[in-house]
């Protein structure tokens, strides 16, 4: 069976550059069957955190972690109590400092009137400011919902898998969507503003984002299966057609590592009807479900 579906638009809904948006619905179709009672839903790039919230939503102790500040902004301002400071600059970007939600609405502000090359001109234009002020509201609407992460991180992916285990967490489902490379190949340059340039911007310390390319995403992709599994019941990995590796690629790795998926669930999609990211129009989600090692 093959299907296009049309996904309703996600209750967390801030611009993200690969957010996932048209496949929740799909995702959750996915992963609903693998989660135990009560059980540990997590992601390592969680993005967007849309994804992450509505598990979290329904009732699901939820972890996150993605090395973005942008993410990690909007999943400490809208799924944790976790206070922060002003940030003094001799402008008005100090006002959007105090609270993850503020910085959070400040990002996705930028993104909104400037893409993913922002500026900071030296006064705050009226159409920026309300962009700001709608993210703020919309931010605060999902705060005051009160649902909570159980676990919140800020770390590359690999230092964020040992954590998990020397912690000794382990969970029922690893989500794993990667910062993917373009079809051709090229990184994704728009992560490192989320990360790197929306980190300048407040003027605060970050671990650097190293976006992977063709030339290690397929090693990295593998090594970081092989952590998710020893901490997991289940690892997802999401990919697209409209990225690099192609499908077939990357499964010979797989299989040739020993990564031999269960399942692989597929969903057609028609555009980036909402992100507009200037992919293909037409694509395909392969989802691969691959038991971890604390299966039984
Ligand atoms: C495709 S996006 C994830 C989108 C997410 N699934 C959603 O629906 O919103 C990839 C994410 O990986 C993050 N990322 C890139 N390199 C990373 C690393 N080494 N460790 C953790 N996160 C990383 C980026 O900041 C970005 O948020």
Redesign the pocket.
Known sequence: MDIILKGSKPELDMP?F???SRFYDFFDKCIEPLMSENGIYAE?????V??AFKFAKKGYKVIV????VY?NSIAKAVLSDEETNKIEHNNWISDYTKSYLDRAALFGGLIKKYGYNPITPDTLPEDLKKYIEEYKEHLTNIKNQKIRAFKIYNL??FKYLDKLEEENIQVDVMFM???WPWRDGTQTDE?DT??NVFADILKIENEK?K?WDHTNVINEVIKAVKKAQKVSKYVLLSNQSSNFPTPELLEVALLKNGLNYNIRHTMLTDAEYEDDLGKCDFFREYLYVIDGNIRK
């Open positions: 993200y690969g957010r996932q390592t790039n969680s993005g967007s849309s994804n972690n993605d090395i973005s993410s590359d992916l969507d990667f910062a992560y989320t990360a984002v976006i």
